[in-house]
């Protein structure tokens, strides 16, 4: 694409906008409230609002390689303290997708340089999945089920998290897992029962 196409763009976006609504930016400008943070990868092909049919305002976006939420990473521990203290939102989406080019490099046995620290953490989730994954035969269907597992491991970091367990407590906030297919376009809600997998270990995690 050339650069200078997205100017052209723009201006044809704000142009939509105002000939629909001629308050459209300035109420945009008033503030956000919105009810889900959304964690997503980086990937290009994964726009949040788009697959999720949302405006602007709708969602607070944070995204990265693989959409991981590691207790070491600042920027996640931010998003997701800013997004759950202070805008109040309700609820929180891990959302992973088939083709994550960063699942697959993690279920290579290579040195990726700068990207070694992250990607262990994917390779942490394969390590604690093992036998599950080890078990399926069909190497597609073993990195799909590796992609929902990572996103299953990512909701139980945000789960560890003090505003997390404040909001759960105070407000009712719900964690959701979600995994994008981008060969049918669908989102897929993996319907993780949280609960029961944290059953016998919460109180390890528990903050309050």
Not at 172 to 183: A, E, R, S, T
Request: glycine share 6%; charged share 25%; proline share 2%.
């Amino acid at each position: 694409m050339d650069i200078k196409q997205i100017f052209q763009n723009n201006q044809d976006w704000v142009q939509e906008k105002l000939s629909i609504d001629k308050n459209y930016f300035k109420e945009l400008s008033d503030g956000q409230s919105p009810d889900i943070l959304y964690i997503g990868c980086s990937d290009s092909r994964v726009t949040a609002e788009e697959i999720m049919g949302v405006a602007p305002g709708d969602v607070f976006v944070h995204r990265n390689i693989a959409n991981m939420v590691p207790n070491t990473d600042l920027s996640a521990m931010s998003v997701i303290d800013y997004a759950v203290q202070h805008l109040k939102v309700n609820n929180v989406v891990v959302c992973g997708h088939y083709f994550c080019g960063g699942v697959k490099a993690a279920m290579q046995s290579q040195d990726l340089g700068i990207l070694n620290p992250w990607l262990r953490n994917i390779r942490d989730v394969y390590r604690t999945h093992k036998d599950e994954l080890n078990a399926i035969q069909d190497e597609e269907e073993r990195y799909k089920r590796l992609v929902e597992l990572n996103v299953q491991e990512q909701c139980i970091n945000i789960i560890k998290t003090a505003p997390v367990q404040r909001a759960y407590r105070d407000r009712g906030l719900k964690v959701h897992g979600w995994v994008f297919d981008i060969q049918s376009g669908n989102l897929i809600d993996l319907n993780i029962d949280f609960d029961k997998i944290l059953e016998n270990v919460m109180e390890i995690y528990r903050l309050d």
